[in-house]
């Protein structure tokens, strides 16, 4: 498949963006993380004072063969019925995105159950669920490019009708177990090291999701030998999802449309991951939401080198942490595009040394 031509972000803009920054009438620093975002947001944009408008989040939705595994609180049947509640309007994630001035996009790459027509659903299923990644490959590599481009239609609308700021959400039970299997294989992590409780699981439970994490992986080894090293859409195909395709899908759109890309909890950067594997420059477009309660998450965002935002202890999903972080980021450009410099405002700055 042809993957999006994604422009590297220039270090001139974000030498030029320091240099306004430096001169606001604050001491230097004073605002901290806010600086370093204003001026990554300026170099993005191409832009000494950057604007962000309207946001949006689009929800990837897919059902799990390996939710038959036990691995989740909640029954597989739970993944259609929460798309339903995003529709209504009932989910966490409307009612964060509502005041955070956001846009929610539904996308069904996966889901096995029936959805009726709706404004924000993009149907766009591939196939009614992964398999079961403890015993087969997740889907084929066709069905993950499929899968890839439907997220990257989907951002590509978000963008068309306004969005300036994008974030992706998920929801798939069984997903977590998925998101880990991809995160030991690309970082060469042991599964105990980046698997989670997810939806909130017994200690047994928890042992029993580690050891089909570690099946999962012995399986895919043997056919594509070291996991780290190995194409990344055929690791995705082996133990990804299909909505964690559709995200990765997202990431490269918005990447390749040169604008901020928000992620989100465990599932979602493993998308995230998904996406820098294939096009290395998405990484320049990158920030991280939040950081969520999952180990396997602190995992990704420093193998990103991504600081969150914000720390919540949050592990909902569904874009949450994202949308939570427009409005810091909106006020990160409005300082460095607004605020005054020391000569516009007739301030003295610093003395040296004082």
């Not at 959400?169 to 977590?176: E, Y």
């Not at 949450?320 to 300082?335: D, E, M, Q, Y």
Request: glycine share 12%.
């Amino acid at each position: 498949m042809q993957l999006p031509n994604v422009s590297p972000v220039d270090p001139g803009w974000l030498e030029a963006a320091w240099a306004r920054q430096d001169q606001l009438t604050k001491p230097r620093r004073a605002l901290a993380y806010l600086e370093e975002l204003s001026v990554r947001l300026a170099a993005i944009q191409r832009s000494l004072r950057p604007e962000l408008g309207q946001g949006a989040v689009i929800v990837c939705a897919a059902d799990h063969g390996v939710a038959a595994e036990g691995v989740s609180a909640y029954p597989p049947e739970v993944t259609g019925q929460m798309v339903l509640n995003f529709l209504r309007g009932g989910a966490a994630i409307n009612q964060i995105a509502q005041v955070a001035g956001a846009e929610v996009y539904v996308l069904d790459v996966g889901v096995r159950a029936d959805l009726p027509a709706h404004e924000r659903l993009i149907a766009a299923r591939v196939r009614p669920g992964s398999g079961n990644l403890r015993l087969e490959p997740a889907m084929t590599r066709a069905q993950a490019e499929q899968a890839l481009e439907a997220g990257m239609e989907a951002a590509r609308r978000a963008i068309r009708e306004g969005a300036t700021l994008l974030a992706a959400g998920d929801m798939g039970i069984g997903n977590t177990t998925a998101a880990a299997a991809l995160t030991a294989a690309w970082l060469g992590l042991p599964a105990e090291a980046v698997t989670g409780r997810g939806t909130g699981v017994d200690d047994a439970r928890y042992h029993h999701k580690v050891g089909v994490v570690k099946q999962a992986l012995r399986r895919a080894e043997q056919r594509l030998g070291d996991l780290a090293q190995a194409d990344p859409l055929a690791v995705l195909a082996a133990l990804g999802g299909l909505e964690i395709a559709a995200i990765a899908g997202v990431f490269l759109a918005g990447a390749e449309a040169r604008l901020p890309i928000v992620t989100d909890g465990f599932p979602v950067t493993a998308g995230a991951l998904a996406a820098v594997r294939l096009a290395p420059r998405v990484r320049g477009y990158l920030f991280a939401g939040h950081r969520s309660a999952e180990p396997g998450h602190h995992r990704q965002l420093e193998a990103l080198g991504l600081k969150p935002v914000l720390e919540l202890g949050l592990r909902l999903g569904e874009g949450t942490g994202a949308v939570l972080s427009f409005p810091i980021l909106r006020a990160a450009a409005g300082v460095l595009a607004g605020m005054a410099t020391f000569e516009e405002a007739g301030v003295g700055p610093a003395v040296e040394g004082s």
